[in-house]
């Protein structure tokens, strides 16, 4: 089964074609990296406006390079939410279009779950079930997943997701957008503990999330001494950093001992970071558990991680209708 992919959530528009939920054959993605770097973070306006701009030309760019025809898809899977409701709109009413065009059945994906089946585009795939763990800018959960769409959310953040408190502390430290590679390129240059920041909710036995806690500290570190040290941010982003793959490593290899699986996997933007993958290979060889993470462009938002998604939801009967709408956060 040949399905073409869209997404649009954020601040991204790719298109992707992806053969029986596992062969990725041609996956464009269109960044807006240069668009939103001047305001420190995303703009919803502006990205859904530029969605519009290129979703055509990205969706050809992906069938010219998989040298397909639109004639010869056999459907289409595009991200229903959550994300950015203008953002998810754009994507979401032209794959409506496209496929009512084509007389092509389509489905509507929920982005976490194509996350989630990020790992089954590369080789050696995991096993069910796995505890995985998303981590994004707009997500942090922990899952236990015994099946591609299906899931048990067994802890997410309380407030700040962990991406988003990289990019938020970039912006504290004047380091720019996106905040997540800034941060790791200026953290190679520090060292961590030279500055003490907290682990939060590290010492509790559930598995949800708190970074809120972590950036303010941060702040108030930044307001009392960085204005007579500018020397010290490469310590600050070491120990910042240092302190997300704390939380996050100990969260996903608790939450594999709980569950009594050997096999994890990290998914989503924050998987792309280097300290937090070799951290996590690192510990989980010490427990014994396989560690599945995607290569680094299937870690960004990317549309054959929802076409990948989308053949399970065919699959399993789902099917979308023409008076399907979007969602800002509900999972559905």
Known sequence: MIILG???????????????GNRVVASIV???????????????????????????????QALAEAD?????????????GPGL?????????????????????????????GHINSVFLVSDPPVFPFVALLASGGHTSLYYVTDHIRVELMGQTR???????????????????????IIGQM??????????????????????FSFSGLKSAVRRHVQEYLKDDRDAIPDIAAEFQEAVVDVLT??????????????????GGVAANQRLRKRLLAEASREGLAVHIPTIDL??????MIAAAGYHYLRAGFKGDLTDDVYSRTRV
């Open 85 to 113: 409701v203008g953002a998810l709109l754009v994507g979401f009413s032209f794959a409506k279009a496209y496929a009512y065009g084509l007389e092509k059945p389509w489905v509507g994906v929920n982005h976490l779950d």
């Open 159 to 181: 407030d700040d997701a962990a991406g988003e408190a990289f990019d938020k502390v970039a912006k504290l430290l004047g380091l720019g957008y996106p905040g997540g590679r």
């Open 68 to 80: 397909l025809d639109p004639s010869q898809i056999d459907a289409v899977a595009v991200t229903r």
């Open 30 to 60: 269109a960044s807006q990296v240069a668009i939103h770097h001047p305001y420190g973070g995303v703009v919803p306006e502006l990205a859904s406006r530029r969605h519009i701009e290129v979703i055509v030309s990205v969706v050809d």
């Open 187 to 208: 953290a190679e240059k520090g060292t961590p503990g030279q500055i003490v920041f907290p682990r939060p909710f590290l010492d509790r036995n559930g598995f949800d």
């Open 250 to 267: 100990d969260k996903l290899i608790r939450g594999a001992r709980h569950k009594n699986c050997d096999q994890i996997a990290l998914v």
């Open 6 to 20: 869209i997404e649009s959530s954020c601040d991204e528009t790719a298109a992707a074609v992806v053969a029986d």
């Open 299 to 304: 870690c960004q938002d990317n549309a054959a």
